[in-house]
Antibody, heavy 119, light 110 residues
């Protein structure tokens, strides 16, 4: 069974940093691209970042470019999101999601980890 | 990377069919056949219903169907059921390795 379990979300002050983790199991983690998607309280989904299977190529939404860094450790089956220079508008539930084995979509999602940026 | 446009809400009675539209641009929906649709119940993670414009993952009811014309995609739910009450999001590949989501549509079963 595919499982994605996010962790690391907490309350952080504006300008601070935080690293989120996503532990993957039930599939060959090293073979698939992975993604982060966020959802502000009561709002819609917003795409954040992607990383290809070998970790060499990353992509970011313009809203987080230069502040967030996506990475992965295929030996630990874990996806990361390093978030720096956090702003109030980064407050959201952060989901990790797996790239579809066939087709272009996100086929499995974790339950999310909540990041609150506030003083 | 502007969000795709969806109606804020759509409603229908049990057994009816409803259609949710999703409008983008030539840089996303109009440029790629990589539109997907997600259903999200309150407090739950999104679940994919359709990918690559009109393909359904195994286990997804055939009451969900989708299509695309130009820069507009559509999701149709036929035989509306109480369990279909949820938020629905379209999503399109937008080039450069990035996806873009729609603003979301709340479906209400009357």
């Amino acid at each position: 069974e595919v499982q994605l379990v996010e962790s690391g979300g907490t309350l952080v002050q504006p300008g601070g940093s935080l690293r989120l983790s996503c532990a993957a199991s039930g599939f060959t983690f090293s073979s698939l691209p992975m993604h982060w998607v966020r959802q502000a309280p009561g709002k819609g989904l917003e795409y954040v970042a992607a990383i290809l299977s070998n970790g060499d190529v990353t992509h970011y939404a313009s809203s987080v470019q230069g502040r967030f860094t996506i990475s992965r450790d295929n030996s630990k089956n874990t996806l990361y999101l390093q978030m720096d220079s956090l702003r109030a508008e980064d407050t959201a539930l952060y989901y990790c999601a797996r790239d579809g084995i066939t087709g272009w979509h996100l086929d499995y999602w974790g339950q999310g980890t909540l990041v609150t940026v506030s003083s | 990377q502007s969000a795709l446009t969806q109606p804020a809400s759509v409603s229908g009675s049990p057994g009816q069919s409803i259609t949710i539209s999703c409008t983008g641009t030539s840089s996303d929906i109009g440029g790629y056949n990589y539109v997907s649709w997600y259903q999200q119940h309150p407090g739950k993670a999104p679940k994919v219903l359709v990918y690559d414009v009109n393909k359904r993952p195994s286990g997804v009811s055939n009451r969900f169907s989708a299509s695309k014309s130009g820069s507009t995609a559509s999701l149709t739910i036929s035989g509306l059921q109480a369990e279909d009450e949820a938020d629905y999001y379209c999503c399109s590949y937008a080039g450069g390795g990035i996806y873009v989501f729609g603003i979301g549509t709340k479906v209400t079963v009357l």
